[in-house]
């Protein structure tokens, strides 16, 4: 009994020092973060903007490798086919992550079972604007033209279950009004036709809409978040303004393979939110129209899975389907 004893406690103490090692020499070698998107977008932004000082933290080279397609799958499945050894990690979107498997019958991952979070590292606020032409200047006006006109009203996405059309159900659903959706195969053409008030509204990330709101040719009515967001305090949210309760982001975060090991997923998490919190870091990240997290790896699962349960309500409830 006693050798046995012995030998379980000699186990422990070796894989306890095995993870130190790991720990200590990780990392040794290029680190991968794969972006499920095109270059230039907002999560390749942000990719590219952690990149870029986890490099100079770690003195490896950090690249950022695009792998666009099918809302996002196909970079999910390239972190899966990777080694869960911290060395690939890919951007976690809400699209791929939140909405992907309310999506799609047969989605060829598991967002929960498949990745291990790392932390979620900013949310995108959306921004409700509207064309001059529409009366209402406020969410609780604008919610009683609608009940007024019920599908007389058209708001603009960049295609049918991305963020932009996902936040114009859920104001339908919390606010028990009927806005017509209207897709567009791309936020360009989506903003184009509201300039042009072929649509009433358009729920937008600040960045894109941002110059036509400062010129006039857009209204904000309000911003999506919890709170005022510090680049727009003059803006109201849609829950102090007419619906209360009402959230919604797209969000940008950080997954590594399944069965990566703990003692690198808390090192990476621990260096990148310290990352977050730098200040020149802080200001570019807000200067695109984020707001910088940096949770756990605990509480950015959590997150997902709520964003899993609160989308696919969404999305069975208003019956979409994808392009």
């Known amino acids: 009994?006693?050798?046995?004893?012995?030998?379980?406690?000699?186990?422990?103490?070796?894989?306890?020092?095995?993870?130190?090692?790991?720990?200590?020499?990780?990392?040794?070698?290029?680190?991968?973060?794969?972006?499920?998107?095109?270059?230039?977008?907002?999560?390749?932004?942000?990719?590219?903007?952690?990149?870029?000082?986890?490099?100079?933290?770690?003195n490896q080279q950090v690249v950022v490798d695009n792998r666009a397609g099918a809302n996002g799958i196909v970079g999910l499945q390239a972190l899966m086919q990777s080694a869960p050894d911290g060395y690939t990690v890919a951007v976690a979107a809400a699209g791929p992550m939140a909405v992907n498997p309310s999506l799609y019958d047969k989605l060829p991952y598991d967002p929960i079972k498949d990745f291990t979070p790392i932390t979620n590292l900013v949310n995108f606020p959306l921004l409700l604007v509207t064309h001059p032409s529409v009366p209402a200047k406020?969410?609780?006006?604008?919610?009683?033209?609608?009940?007024?006109?019920?599908?007389?009203?058209?708001?603009?996405?960049?295609?049918?279950?991305?963020?932009?059309?996902?936040?114009?159900?859920?104001?339908?659903?919390?606010?028990?009004?009927?806005?017509?959706?209207?897709?567009?195969?791309?936020?360009?053409?989506?903003?184009?036709?509201?300039?042009?008030?072929?649509?009433?509204?358009?729920?937008?990330?600040?960045?894109?809409?941002?110059?036509?709101?400062?010129?006039?040719?857009?209204?904000?009515?309000?911003?999506?978040?919890?709170?005022?967001?510090?680049?727009?305090?003059?803006?109201?949210?849609?829950?102090?303004?007419?619906?209360?309760?009402?959230?919604?982001y797209s969000w940008v975060g950080l997954v590594a393979p399944a069965k990566t090991p703990r003692d690198i997923i808390q090192k990476l998490n621990a260096d990148i939110t310290e990352i977050l919190r730098q200040k020149d870091v802080a200001e570019k990240l807000v200067g695109q129209g984020a707001l910088p997290v940096g949770d756990t790896p605990e509480q950015f699962g959590q997150y997902i899975k709520t964003e899993i349960e609160k989308w696919g309500a969404v999305v069975r409830s208003a019956h979409i389907k994808i392009d």
Request: charged share 15%; glycine share 10%.
């Open 1 to 58: 009994m006693k050798i046995l004893l012995k030998l379980c406690l000699a186990l422990c103490a070796t894989a306890f020092s095995l993870g130190a090692l790991a720990q200590s020499s990780f990392p040794n070698k290029t680190i991968r973060i794969i972006v499920p998107f095109p270059p230039g977008g907002g999560n390749d932004v942000i990719a590219r903007v952690i990149a870029q000082k986890l490099g100079e933290k770690y």
């Open 138 to 248: 406020t969410t609780e006006q604008l919610v009683a033209l609608a009940k007024a006109k019920p599908k007389q009203l058209f708001f603009a996405s960049p295609g049918n279950g991305n963020s932009g059309h996902l936040a114009g159900e859920l104001l339908n659903n919390m606010a028990k009004v009927q806005i017509v959706h209207v897709p567009y195969k791309g936020q360009g053409p989506a903003i184009s036709d509201l300039l042009a008030g072929q649509v009433q509204m358009l729920y937008s990330s600040i960045p894109s809409v941002l110059p036509q709101v400062r010129n006039g040719q857009l209204n904000a009515i309000a911003v999506g978040s919890a709170r005022r967001i510090p680049s727009l305090p003059d803006i109201p949210t849609i829950s102090e303004s007419g619906v209360p309760g009402y959230e919604a």
